[in-house]
């Protein structure tokens, strides 16, 4: 099992660029989540998914957008880089009993100038 | 409303002294807790968990954490630090307010220095 894979690692933007970072796992999990982190603030939740073709959103979802076509698959959008999208990206996903602990991504270091 | 706090940005123990890092939360009913480590340009690696009975839990590379409920604290800790130890700590609890989703709510984190 690969587990949970983002890619890329690391990008920089221009302040309007879009992109999409990707995230897979190949534990066939229910649940998935995007989270940033930033120095002194832990990881704050952006988007998440209890299942394919359901996504709902987080403490900071503003100008991120997500999609779950498949159970495997969970892309972060940003639409249009600001530099207060300057963070770490963490993918996350874990089985539907929240007894069970998430599994995380290595994370994608994002700089947008 | 529900939350974590840590409350210390940075531990500092030397190598073979006794380490806590403190962890306390606010959440409504029987809280799931949980500790992570990020070692540097890592990923996060769940270490252990509370979820019901046993006060004490053991987790992974030696530590240990105490669930205390009337003083809502789930502190880390480990009998004899490494400097191998010495990385960001998270400590967070299951979002139970709604019955689908799995979100977890992260203190802002602990840095561990263990010097030798």
């Known amino acids: 099992n690969a587990g949970v894979t983002q890619t890329p690692k690391f990008q920089v933007l221009k302040t309007g660029q879009s992109m999409t970072l990707q995230c897979a796992q190949d534990?066939?999990?229910?649940?998935m989540s995007w989270y940033r982190q930033d120095p002194g603030m832990g990881l704050r939740l952006i988007h998440y998914?209890?299942?394919?073709?359901?996504?709902d959103q987080g403490e900071v979802p503003n100008g991120y957008n997500v999609s779950r076509s498949t159970t495997e698959d969970f892309p972060l959008r940003l639409l249009s880089a600001a530099p207060s999208q300057t963070s770490v990206y963490f993918c996350?996903?874990?089985?539907?009993?929240?007894?069970?602990?998430?599994?995380f991504g290595p994370g994608t270091r994002l700089l947008v100038l | 409303a529900q939350s974590v706090a840590q409350p210390e940005d940075q531990v500092n123990v030397a190598e073979g002294n006794p380490l806590t890092v403190k962890c306390t939360y606010s959440?409504?009913?029987?809280?799931?807790l949980f500790w992570y480590v990020q070692y540097p340009n890592r990923g996060l690696q769940f270490l252990l968990k509370?979820?019901?009975?046993?006060?004490l839990v053991k987790g992974s590379y030696g530590f240990e954490a105490e669930f205390n409920k009337s003083q809502t604290s789930f502190h880390l800790k480990k009998p004899s630090a490494l400097v191998s130890d010495s990385a960001l700590y998270f400590c967070?609890?299951?979002?139970?307010?709604?019955?689908?989703?799995?979100?977890?709510?992260f203190g802002q984190g602990t840095t561990l220095q263990v010097k030798p």
């Open positions: 996350a996903s874990s089985p539907k009993d929240r007894q069970v602990a998430q599994y």
């Open positions: 534990m066939n999990h229910e649940y």
């Open positions: 998914s209890v299942g394919a073709g359901i996504t």
């Open positions: 959440v409504s009913g029987n809280p799931y």
């Open positions: 509370y979820i019901t009975g046993d006060n």
């Open positions: 967070a609890v299951r979002d139970m307010r709604s019955s689908n989703t799995g979100k977890l709510i």
